[in-house]
């Protein structure tokens, strides 16, 4: 990098719109969704789709509910063409789907791109050609009169070919392209231009659509650049105002917001932000982003990953593990403060209550993703997120004492190792250091005895237990078993705390039982018994206590 980034770039100029009226709009219904995954999407891949991919990524955009899909550049490749053809004459295209070609403007190009077109019941021409002046300069050698006559020859052959078809429903598109870095004065008079020549009505209109071919300031500047034109296009009733911004600053989704606020009533964009260098504006998190402020988007995202399996297919790139709303990990909290309040959270989330779960934005399950890795345990989680795992997976619900104990070896297990920490690991542990805790003191059998509904209710345990490999039986009388069994042990122990719970539904169900001890003054410690029968669950925790104190 160099010291003076200025004496090599210049700062994109802002246009003066200080009467701007978006910054106090608010997004309530959806725009106007066209996918261009096939066309822009597939351009930048490495290895552009073959038939059978298209075909694939073609008919999940028909089932997300696109019913605008830019499906080719038929001019650049036979497959392309090739593809078109497929659709239209293998009547794959649903009565509410328009599919979308793109054409430079040049003659040649512009006669395949409608010969490929043939048949179509409806469909979108999209003509684009740069108007920025670096582009004209350096790519064209032109000035604004020639790119606004290339403009205005390709959409009078447009016009004329397709008028040649009146079995279709023809709908022209125009894009100034290099539009975010173009003079805004000079974009209206081209797209006003094109206008003239096709002479849209508000029964037909055409669309003008402005790129952000690269995007080149904050995204408040492109909303004033949409603005502006919102306000000064000629015949703005008879037009389709769309937006199609990329992600070279990686604001597109915010860009696009802004645009629509600002007047666009279309967004183009592709699954995943795939596309040309960083991408298209991702339409999955604009869709959900509207989702998750109460507007359905008008797209079914409800199984997401199958979406993300088709499109990572498709595409041959992965979707990152922190995509929004779809990445595997953005849904999971390690960090413990964060598994506390989710697990509060989602035992307070009430079904006919909004949504608020903390650090969740929206609920996993709209999206198809269960809740069993909305928390993962590794160094930096609490006893709250280890809590959560060892209930939603093995069914223990700890008292909070116990989960501060056991996440003390929880955390010392996940510092050695300086990894995850799953659920089987969890139950390994918790295991090891409770339900195995039988040395010296083992349970192996038990006879109990009480009497109910008299002035002296008592319970009598005779337990049979194993003590350093002898078999011992020992007896005693309480108000309960635990009573009994402490007073049966003949040590000095100080019951402090005592729960149980199912593990399961139903009567057949194990039971758990976990008690808080102090022997002889030492250390409160917990210890814990899971066994069909609830007095031989409570035994085993007492003496997983007692062997725990040592
Ligand atoms: C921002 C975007 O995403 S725009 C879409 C870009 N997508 C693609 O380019 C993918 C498909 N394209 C292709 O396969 C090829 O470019 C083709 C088949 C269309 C054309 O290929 P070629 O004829 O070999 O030309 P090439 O791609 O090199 O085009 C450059 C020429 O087209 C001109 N050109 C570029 N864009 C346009 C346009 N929109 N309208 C008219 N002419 C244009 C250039 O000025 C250049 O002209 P020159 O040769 O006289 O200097
Ligand atoms: C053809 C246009 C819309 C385009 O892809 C761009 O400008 O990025």
Redesign the pocket.
């Known amino acids: 990098m160099i010291a003076d980034p200025s004496a090599k770039y210049r700062g994109f100029q802002p246009i003066a719109l200080p009467d701007r009226q978006w910054p106090n709009a608010v997004l309530r219904h959806p725009p106007i969704w066209m996918s261009t995954d096939l ?2 999407g597939n ?2 891949l490495i290895e552009p789709m073959d038939s059978e991919r298209k075909l694939a990524m073609f008919e999940a955009l028909v089932k997300i509910g696109f019913k605008e899909i830019e499906v080719a ?1 038929p ?3 036979q497959t ?1 063409f090739d593809f078109v053809r497929k659709l239209i004459e293998e009547q794959r295209i649903p009565d509410d789907v328009t599919i979308e070609v ?5 003659e040649d ?1 512009i006669r395949r791109s409608i010969e490929s077109l043939v048949g179509a019941r409806r469909a979108i021409v999209h ?4 108007i920025a002046p670096a582009w004209r300069r350096i ?3 032109t000035d604004q009169a020639g790119v606004k006559a ?1 403009a205005v020859s ?1 959409t009078r052959l447009i016009k004329q070919l397709t008028e040649a078809h009146p079995e279709t429903e023809w709908v022209l598109q125009y ?1 100034p ?2 539009f975010s870095a173009a003079e805004v004065e000079f974009a209206k008079e081209v797209c006003d231009a094109v206008s003239d020549v096709w002479q849209p009505t508000p029964e037909r209109k055409m669309i003008v659509n402005l ?1 952000a ?1 690269v995007e080149m300031s904050t995204p408040n500047t492109y909303a004033d650049q949409i603005e502006w034109m919102h306000r000064h296009l000629a015949r703005r009733d008879s037009i389709v105002l769309s937006v199609h911004p ?1 992600n070279d600053r990686g604001t597109a989704v915010a860009a696009a917001e802004l645009a629509v606020m600002a007047g666009a009533d279309r967004v183009e964009g592709c699954l995943f932000g795939s ?2 260098r960083t991408g298209n504006v991702d339409l999955v998190t604009l869709a959900l982003n509207l989702y998750s402020q109460g507007v359905h988007p008008g797209l079914d995202f409800s199984d997401i990953d199958r979406v993300r399996q088709v499109a990572e297919h498709c595409t041959q790139l992965p979707v990152h593990p922190r995509h929004p709303y779809a990445g595997d990990l953005v849904f999971t909290a390690f960090s413990g403060s964060h598994q506390d309040a989710i697990r509060k959270g989602m035992a307070q989330q009430r079904p006919d209550q909004p949504w608020e779960v903390p650090y969740l934005p929206i609920d996993p399950a709209d999206v198809g993703r269960g809740y069993d890795a909305v928390i993962r345990v590794n160094s930096q989680s609490g006893k709250g997120g280890m809590a959560y795992v060892l209930e939603q997976e093995h069914g223990f619900v700890l008292p909070r004492r116990m989960q501060i104990e056991f996440s003390r070896v929880i955390q010392h297990v996940a510092d050695d190792t300086g990894g995850e920490v799953t659920g089987s690991d969890l139950f390994g542990l918790f295991r090891r250091e409770y339900l195995d805790a039988d040395t010296p003191w083992r349970y192996r059998g038990h006879r109990l005895a009480e009497s109910h509904g008299h002035a002296d209710d008592a319970v009598h345990i005779e337990v049979e237990l194993e003590h350093a490999g002898q078999v011992r039986t020992v007896s005693g009388t309480g108000n309960g078993p635990v009573d009994a069994l402490v007073n049966a042990l003949a040590m000095e122990i100080e019951v402090v705390d005592y729960h149980e719970h199912a593990l399961a539904q139903g009567a057949a169900a194990a039971a758990a039982c976990y008690v808080e001890l102090r022997v002889h003054g030492g250390a409160a410690r917990f210890g814990a018994g899971v066994d069909d029968n609830i007095v031989a669950a409570a035994i085993k925790a007492v003496l997983s206590g007692v062997n725990r104190s040592r």
């Open positions: 066309r822009d351009q930048a550049f001019s650049a490749s392309d793109l054409t430079q403007s040049r190009l003509l684009y050609n740069p790519v064209f050698d290339l390709g894009s392209e290099t790129p071919t990329h596309g040309e």
